[in-house]
């Protein structure tokens, strides 16, 4: 992995073009650059989780085409997962160590004993679960075998929670699941519900599909095995240089180019890994340099880099797995969340490009010259198959709805396209090995983060408490639906410092959401609400991994740049407050199309004066440091009036649109025109105005 590198054309008779290595060559130290301590697995435990990958993806195509296994056999959807967990959820143990002094260069005797626990649990209950399904094992009637067998694959699950989520994790799982034993307990109050004894919790646990083998699983399962063996592809057949040339093409010449581009580059590549970390371990290591350079300071290059690698995951066609968790939750196709995805995504990222055009233009920060970047026909030229790779897949999506089989067809495409266009990164035996390692790295880790979190769908399940709970919330808030969001996103953002992305979506799916879907908020709203205010917690201090890890390649203060991250994205904590509001923001309804074309308008038109607000800089009236003393309050102004524009009406909200926009063209007219007066009558003096 290199960074750019290029000299100046105003310097040089023949400037030298930018010229990238692919971002993502190395791809085993970039994933172990994600967890602080994993071990790299060698010899024969190497081999065999590749040979427990290809497993995998073998079983997931089998169950997903139908084939039977060529034999006529057809496995149950539990039988089926009871084998994926089988085969990765044991290497939890053999990759990532027990303790901060657990040997990385050697696997202990006792993570030997536990893959081997681990492994024999699942196959165990795997040969047992047809027979649960056909005498109802999961409520009662179990044989204490199968019991046994279900309280070792219960304290295993909590393990590997442990190690893959960490201590904060399985803290706010483990007493979820053992819930049930105690549920009637009189000072449970509001949590209070049915109470299971040991054994009816652990047959539910492991045997029903309500737990275990429940809504988490089921997504990996059915759609994030083949998205991911998708991304990987993509990744390994040299698309991250192409989308991170085609990004400098397009976008290097604009005001603030280099920034430009590293937003436009971290939306591209993150359809790849569905990964906030890799994302800007990826991109940043190419841009953050370039914008340097071009002079940006180094935590605002790494803020910009951070909130485009957050926004990334949120975007489609690809996105997180988180993603595929909601589409369960709601039983909806994962088509259908993803164009729910397509106008915040959008929102936000305009908001990005706002907010760097005017600093760039505040700090008179241009763009690289064209002589140095790469040529757009000859960057097209070299990996057109690419673009064709994906529009089969989003044909595949939203036309087809055939999310499981998408991925699978676009990568067998991109794979065949690979083979016969490219030179330089066609695939040998060795290069087959260390894709299944690499997804073989990227399975296990969500096994054991979505198995242990499925058991905290299961305890609410057992114990029917979320109905109760759901009515004690809106007790609490009075009704008010505004109170009652904006507990949920101070909740969901204290959670997401703490848990993962999809671990806090699915506590706050079973508790807050049903309460504010019995509010009368539309329910595809209500789950990206809470998805995206739990991402939020990448970019917002004192947690905030992706500013982190952005400031670490660009060498600034961390918490400097955490800040400079929530100030740079800020319009991604209005967003979701906004499709709540009118859920055409996220495509609902019965003919939401029009309607959101003109809301999403009015949004972007908002956010240009929010944007202009906060960098000081309004576009299409100059640098507002011209106005004297009267800086300040005009961006105020305009940021409370661009917010006001922004906020749909109707609905919840007690003012309808056209009393909302009147109002927020009230606020703005006035302040813009009193500071395009003052701009153009008070010139811009170099050296009186000083960069701030």
């Given at each position: 992995?290199?960074?750019?590198?290029?000299?100046?054309?105003?310097?040089?008779?023949?400037?030298?073009?930018?010229?990238?290595?692919?971002?993502?060559?190395?791809?085993?130290n970039l994933q172990e650059a994600e967890v602080s301590r994993v071990r790299k697995l060698g010899g024969g435990w190497r081999w065999a989780l590749i040979i427990a990958t290809a497993a995998t993806i073998l079983l997931c195509i089998n169950q997903q085409f139908t084939l039977r296994f060529f034999v006529g056999f057809t496995q149950l959807n539990t039988e089926y997962f009871y084998l994926l967990i089988a085969l990765m959820l044991p290497f939890t143990f053999l990759i990532f160590p027990g303790s901060e002094n657990a040997p990385l260069d050697r696997i202990p005797w006792y993570d030997v004993v536990l893959f081997v626990m681990t492994g024999a649990s699942a196959i165990w209950l795997m040969l047992n679960v047809r027979q649960a399904a056909l005498l109802g094992w999961e409520y009662s009637g179990a044989p204490k075998s199968v019991i046994a067998v279900g309280l070792v694959m219960w304290g295993v699950l909590m393990e590997a929670l442990r190690r893959t989520g960490g201590w904060s994790l399985v803290l706010c799982v483990f007493p979820f699941t053992v819930y049930p034993l105690f549920a009637e307990a009189s000072w449970l109050g509001p949590f209070r519900g049915s109470?299971?004894?040991?054994?009816?919790?652990?047959?539910?646990?492991?045997?029903?599909?309500?737990?275990?083998?429940?809504?988490?699983?089921?997504?990996?399962?059915?759609?994030?095995?083949?998205?991911?063996?998708?991304?990987?592809?993509?990744?390994?057949?040299?698309?991250?240089?192409?989308?991170?040339n085609l990004s400098f093409a397009l976008c290097g010449t604009f005001r603030g180019g280099a920034a430009k581009v590293c937003i436009f580059a971290s939306g591209l590549l993150g359809m790849m890994s569905g990964s906030i970390i890799s994302n800007v371990l990826t991109a940043g290591t190419m841009t953050i340099p370039v914008m340097k350079k071009s002079g940006f300071r180094a935590s605002y290059a790494a803020a910009i880099e951070?909130?485009?690698?957050?926004?990334?995951?949120?975007?489609?066609?690809v996105m997180g797995a988180t993603a595929f968790v909601i589409a369960q939750f709601l039983n909806v196709s994962y088509a259908e969340v993803a164009l729910a995805a397509i106008i915040p995504a959008v929102l936000f990222y305009i908001g990005l490009f706002m907010q760097?055009?005017?600093?760039?233009?505040?700090?008179?920060?241009?763009?690289?010259?064209?002589?140095?970047?790469?040529?757009?026909?000859?960057?097209?030229?070299?990996?057109?198959?690419y673009i064709f790779v994906i529009a089969l897949l989003i044909v595949m999506l939203l036309h087809f709805k055939r999310e499981s089989h998408a991925p699978f067809y676009a990568t067998a495409l991109l794979l065949v396209l690979n083979q016969l266009f490219s030179k330089d990164t066609r695939w040998t035996f060795s290069t087959i090995n260390k894709f299944l390692e690499v997804n073989g790295r990227t399975f296990v880790e969500l096994a054991g983060i979505l198995a242990g979190c499925g058991l905290l769908i299961g305890a609410f399940s057992m114990t029917g408490v979320v109905s109760s709970l759901a009515n004690d919330l809106l007790h609490i808030a009075g009704d008010n639906a505004f109170l009652l969001l904006g507990m949920c996103a101070i909740t969901s953002l204290i959670l997401g410092l703490g848990l993962t992305t999809t671990a806090c979506y699915i506590f706050l799916a079973i508790l807050v959401a049903p309460a504010l879907e019995k509010l009368g908020l539309n329910k595809m709203a209500v789950h990206m609400f809470i998805f995206y205010w739990g991402m939020l917690s990448s970019i917002t201090p004192p947690v905030a991994i992706a500013s982190f890890a952005a400031a670490g390649i660009a060498g600034s203060p961390a918490m400097k740049t955490g800040w400079e991250s929530m100030w740079v994205g800020s319009i991604?904590?209005?967003?979701?407050?906004?499709?709540?509001?009118?859920?055409?923001?996220?495509?609902?309804?019965?003919?939401?199309?029009?309607?959101?074309?003109?809301?999403?308008?009015?949004?972007?038109?908002?956010?240009?004066?929010?944007?202009?607000?906060?960098?000081?800089?309004?576009?299409?009236?100059?640098?507002?440091?011209?106005?004297?003393?009267?800086e300040w309050p005009l961006r105020i102004l305009l940021v409370i009036g661009g917010f006001v524009i922004a906020t749909p009406g109707g609905g919840i909200n007690p003012l309808s649109?056209?009393?909302?926009?009147?109002?927020?063209?009230?606020?703005?007219?006035?302040?813009?025109?009193?500071?395009?007066?003052?701009?153009?009558?008070?010139?811009l003096v170099a050296g009186r105005l000083r960069v701030r």
């Open positions: 992995m290199s960074s750019a590198s290029s000299t100046a054309g105003s310097e040089a008779p023949a400037a030298k073009r930018i010229e990238f290595d692919d971002p993502h060559g190395n791809l085993s109470q299971a004894d040991l054994e009816q919790a652990t047959s539910y646990h492991v045997l029903s599909g309500e737990s275990l083998l429940g809504i988490p699983i089921q997504a990996f399962a059915d759609t994030v095995i083949g998205f991911l063996v998708f991304g990987t592809a993509l990744m390994m057949t040299g698309a991250g240089k192409f989308f991170i951070a909130c485009a690698s957050t926004g990334a995951v949120l975007a489609p066609p760097v055009d005017s600093y760039a233009a505040r700090h008179g920060l241009e763009g690289i010259p064209r002589s140095e970047l790469p040529k757009v026909m000859d960057t097209i030229k070299d990996g057109w198959y991604i904590y209005f967003i979701p407050f906004f499709f709540v509001l009118n859920p055409v923001l996220v495509l609902q309804g019965s003919s939401p199309y029009f309607e959101a074309l003109g809301l999403m308008g009015l949004a972007a038109f908002g956010i240009l004066f929010i944007c202009g607000g906060i960098q000081g800089y309004q576009v299409f009236v100059g640098d507002l440091r011209r106005t004297g003393a009267l649109q056209l009393q909302i926009t009147s109002i927020g063209l009230a606020i703005l007219a006035p302040a813009v025109a009193i500071a395009l007066l003052m701009v153009r009558r008070q010139p």
